[in-house]
């Protein structure tokens, strides 16, 4: 059993910054790429980032290209999701996610494995 904790989120205003974390506990061996979605109010849920474990390889949307950074510190099995120059665009709520597989398009929800809780970054203009 596999779990994934996201913490970090919360209100900013526009231009402020925030780091959302995601704990991943249990099977974490058998993780490919890890990677953070956001849903907004009456949308679908849309790739942000991802990572993957071994190299570390990143890709983003090209929404958050140049502001959100993706990172992860495997000895603690923890993702990060650094997020500068907040919009109010940016306000959804956030979930990460595991893929223990390679292939697959990233970008589609149905291929990760394990989704976290989420949590709510709201950006205020």
């Known amino acids: 059993q596999v779990q994934l904790v996201e913490s970090g989120g919360g209100l900013v205003q526009t231009g402020g910054s925030l780091r959302l974390s995601c704990a991943v506990s249990g099977r974490t061996f058998s993780s490919y790429s890890m990677a953070w979605f956001r849903q907004a109010p009456g949308k679908e849920r849309d790739f942000v980032a991802r990572i993957i474990w071994s190299s570390g390889n990143t890709n983003y949307a090209d929404s958050v290209k140049g502001r959100f950074t993706i990172s992860r510190d495997n000895a603690k099995n923890t993702v990060y999701l650094q997020m500068n120059s907040l919009k109010p665009e940016d306000t959804a709520v956030y979930y990460c996610?595991?893929?223990?597989?390679?292939?697959?398009?990233?970008?589609?929800?149905?291929?990760?494995?394990?989704w976290g809780q989420g949590t709510q970054v709201t950006v205020s203009s």
């Open positions: 996610a595991r893929k223990t597989y390679v292939g697959g398009n990233m970008y589609e929800t149905r291929f990760y494995n394990d």
